[in-house]
């Protein structure tokens, strides 16, 4: 069963500053609303290959919730993505048969500013190298909304690759391929000079590009991802943007509230993907 890449969600700590530093980079930045819960607000930077960025700030201390400690412990910053189903629940079903630890499907929900309510289902990993579920019961044009919206001052069209840290990437890719079912498995490639292993996922269009440290390298950009799963632990490192613009660019993370984004000339999520694993770990 086919996923593909939905959206990638940036704990922030102020809704109104993160809208007017991502516009003031390019982006056409979208009011939410608030979910279904009241804890959380967000806004949206929709993308015309369907995928988005969610930028998302508590309204309340919630502290049983992983978002909220990853932002009390490290700052704002990536702390999830998503893949969209078709069927939440047989997705589930079928990782689960795979031997993968998914639970679900869950209900959410957010009340647009506009008076609109929506309403998905979710599906969570147990492990947080794994992207969560997120599948629409109402129409998706209202949770992703279409036409301008999705077109950017800066030229972005879509999200070419998401870098994800892991600690063992023989056993992140076995659960890639029990999530993904009859997905090819990319072999783990050794970058020379740098002390990583990565290997692509596709996912769609676009590919999960997963990164590990070498066993005992002392090469910088190893330690450095060593020490980013030592403190803030497995998951999103890096996101590579495709553009109509000819040329590369990494956004300054100070405008990005901590998110590691860097904007490549093409949508050929191969290429694009390398691009991002070097902003990722030696940016």
Do not use: K
């Not at 999705?150 to 999200?159: D, L, S």
Request: aromatic share 4%; hydrophobic share 45%; glycine share 10%.
């Amino acid at each position: 069963m086919s996923l593909t890449l939905d959206h990638i969600v940036i704990r922030v700590n102020d809704l109104e500053r993160v809208i007017a530093d991502y516009t003031a980079l390019g982006f056409t930045v979208q009011r939410g609303g608030t979910h279904a819960d009241g804890v959380t607000h967000n806004a949206l930077v929709g993308f015309a290959d369907g995928s988005y960025l969610e930028l998302i700030a508590f309204l309340q201390p919630a502290p049983e919730r992983r978002w909220w400690l990853l932002g009390e412990r490290h700052g704002e910053g990536y702390v999830d993505f998503a893949l969209l189903p078709h069927n939440v629940g047989a997705v589930v079903d079928a990782a689960r048969a795979r031997g993968l630890d998914y639970e679900g499907p869950l209900p959410g929900g957010r009340l647009r500013p506009d008076g609109a309510q929506l309403v998905w289902e979710l599906g969570r990993p147990a492990t947080p190298d794994l992207p969560f579920l997120c599948g629409d019961v109402t129409p998706r044009h209202l949770r992703v909304r279409e036409g301008e919206v999705r077109e950017h001052a800066n030229g972005v069209q879509g999200i070419a690759s998401v870098t994800v840290a892991v600690r063992d990437i023989v056993t992140s890719l076995a659960r890639y391929r029990a999530l993904l079912g009859s997905a090819p498995a990319p072999q783990p490639l050794t970058l020379a000079g740098v002390g990583i292993a990565s290997a692509a996922v596709p996912v769609g269009d676009a590919a999960v590009v997963l990164v590990s440290p070498l066993p005992d390298s002392q090469l910088p950009a190893a330690l450095d991802l060593e020490h980013h799963l030592a403190t803030r632990g497995e998951g999103v490192l890096g996101l590579t943007l495709s553009s109509s613009v000819a040329t590369t660019a990494s956004l300054p993370v100070e405008q990005t509230h901590g998110a590691r984004i860097s904007v490549h000339p093409t949508a050929d999520a191969r290429q694009a993907a390398e691009g991002a694993l070097v902003e990722a770990t030696l940016g």
